[in-house]
């Protein structure tokens, strides 16, 4: 079966629970082989999206799944409709957001999904918690590993504090 991994995150509401809830409603659809502890990071964007915006809660998910990776985007809206996401600003505050980071090594770009996620390596809230499940799985266009991509970004990439599983610690 072919492999994904995810990211999640909240910054508004039970932001940790926010993450497990997703995580047990994927675990419905799919098969959820690892997750990641819990970091708590700064929100991402531009000054003017990232101010004044509570931290950030986020894990990431290692899963096996019959979707295609399409079918796995509208899996995880689903989620995120269900669970209460509203449209609003990109990079704005969300209750919870699901993004596909890798979907086996598939490269790909249409209107709705760019694999792999095209802004993954720059993010710390991402690598961190990938590297902590799959430090060796690999970026099918950088040909990096999650463990290179993160020490790639030096001091950069944004801050994040791993919480575990069950903090809700601010």
């Known amino acids: ?48 999206t990232a101010a004044d915006q509570p931290e950030f809660m986020n894990v990431a ?3 096996e799944t019959r979707l ?20 609003g600003e990109r990079w704005g505050p969300r209750v919870i957001d699901l993004d596909i980071l890798l979907y086996e ?19 710390r809230f991402v690598l961190q918690p990938l590297a902590d499940i799959a430090p060796g799985v690999r970026h099918p266009v950088l040909n990096k ?6 020490g790639d970004l ?5 801050r994040v504090r791993k919480v575990g599983m069950d903090s809700e610690s601010a």
């Not at 030096?154 to 944004?158: F, L």
């Open 154 to 158: 030096g001091s950069g990439g944004g």
């Open 68 to 87: 295609d990776p399409h079918e796995l985007l509208e899996a995880c809206k689903r989620i995120e409709d269900m669970m209460g996401r509203e449209p």
């Open 61 to 63: 998910v290692e899963i």
């Open 145 to 150: 590993t999650a463990a290179e991509l993160l």
């Open 1 to 48: 079966m072919p492999r994904a991994y995810l990211s999640i995150g909240s910054n508004l509401g039970g932001r940790a629970e926010n993450c497990i809830i997703a995580v047990a409603r994927l675990a419905h659809k799919l098969q959820v082989l690892k997750i990641s502890d819990i970091y708590e990071t700064e929100p991402w964007g531009t000054a003017e």
């Open 105 to 123: 090594d598939r490269v790909m770009e249409d209107d709705d999904l760019v694999l792999p996620h095209p802004r993954m390596h720059e993010r």
